[in-house]
Structure formats: structure tokens, C-alpha cells
């Protein structure tokens, strides 16, 4: 059975949120709230594969520790501005 557009950001939606660690909970749930319904199918291949990692890896490329893959690298900076953007109106 194939996934409707629907499903499939529902899907997304929730494993934002659903991450295992809280820290990643609270960074990616709010970023795809927000940015989900407007990525495009290619955004959304690669948002999904992000989804897919580790979350000490996802943290560690989020903070510039390690280097990403290339294939997540620009979607992880609109995250990293996303939420340090969050972090800056809520002090």
C-alpha cells in the first residue's frame, strides 16, 4: 500500500516528536510544525532520511562537533538556524 502525502507528513510529524532523546524532541518537532508542508518532494526524501540517524549523531552535526553527511548537510543548517533562532526569542 502507498503512503498518501498526507500519511507520509503525518508520519514525519510525529517521529519529529518522537525522537528517543528530548533534546532532539525539542529541536526537530517544532522545525517540522513549521517547515514540513512547504518542503518539496525532494526536501522531503532527504528530511525523511534525516529522520532515519541517530540522535547523538543528529546532535553532533546540529552543534558543528562532526561534519554531516553532505547529503543532510544544507537541510541541517535550516534546522541549526531554526532552532538557534527559537533559543534567541525565548531569553
Avoid: N
Amino acid at each position: 500500500m502507498t503512503e498518501t502525502g498526507e500519511a507520509r507528513l503525518k508520519r514525519m510529524r510525529m517521529r519529529s516528536w518522537r525522537r528517543g532523546t528530548k533534546e532532539m524532541d525539542l529541536v526537530l518537532g517544532p522545525w517540522a510544525d513549521e517547515h514540513l508542508a512547504g518542503l518539496s518532494g525532494e526536501e522531503l526524501a532527504v528530511y525523511d532520511h534525516l529522520l532515519s540517524q541517530d540522535d547523538h549523531d543528529l546532535m553532533s552535526w546540529l552543534l558543528r562537533r562532526d561534519l554531516p553527511p553532505e547529503s543532510l548537510a544544507a537541510l541541517l543548517e535550516r534546522i541549526a538556524a531554526f532552532a538557534g533562532q527559537r533559543d534567541r526569542k525565548t531569553i
